[in-house]
C-alpha cells in the first residue's frame, strides 16, 4: 500500500505563487512516476503536470506550462509543485497521484501519463484559492 499526503494549499492573492509537497510512504516502484491533478468546483479533475522519478523529466497541462514546476526530493520521497504567477482560475482542489510504473507506450514515446485512469494511488487533496 502507498500513502500520499499532499501540504501547502491555502488562501493566496492572483500573482501570488504557493508551493505545494507530497509526501509519499509504503511500497517502492521500478519505474513510477508522480502526477498533479486539481478539481475547480463544478468541473471534472485535470491533469497538471507529471515528473518521471528517474530522471527527473516533467510534462505539464498548457494552463499551466511556464508558471508552474514540479520537482523531487529522492531523499525525502516527496515532490513538489511550485505554482507562480497564480490567477482565480487556478483555485481547486489540488491531488498528488503515483503511477506505480511508466507504461511502456509512455517510456517509448517519451512521455508521462496524463489520465486519471492511470494513476495508482492518490492523496487526498489540498485546497489551493486565488482571489483575484
Known amino acids: 500500500q502507498v500513502q500520499l499526503v499532499e501540504s501547502g494549499g491555502g488562501l493566496v492573492q492572483a500573482g501570488d505563487s504557493l508551493r505545494l509537497s507530497c509526501a509519499a510512504s509504503?511500497?517502492?516502484?521500478?519505474?513510477?512516476?508522480m502526477g498533479w491533478f486539481r478539481q475547480a468546483p463544478g468541473k471534472e479533475r485535470e491533469f497538471v503536470g507529471a515528473i518521471k522519478w528517474i530522471g527527473g523529466s516533467t510534462y505539464y497541462a498548457d494552463s499551466v506550462k511556464g508558471r508552474f514546476t514540479i520537482s523531487s526530493d529522492k531523499a525525502k520521497n516527496t515532490v513538489s509543485l511550485q505554482m507562480n504567477s497564480l490567477k482565480a482560475e487556478d483555485t481547486a482542489v489540488y491531488y498528488c497521484?503515483?503511477?506505480?510504473?511508466?507504461?511502456?507506450?509512455?517510456?517509448?514515446?517519451?512521455?508521462?501519463?496524463?489520465?486519471?485512469?492511470?494513476?495508482?494511488?492518490w492523496g487526498p487533496g489540498t485546497q489551493v484559492t486565488v482571489s483575484s
Open positions: 497521484a503515483v503511477v506505480g510504473e511508466i507504461p511502456w507506450r509512455h517510456l517509448i514515446a517519451g512521455a508521462l501519463p496524463v489520465r486519471e485512469s492511470e494513476y495508482d494511488y
Open positions: 509504503g511500497r517502492t516502484f521500478r519505474n513510477p512516476a
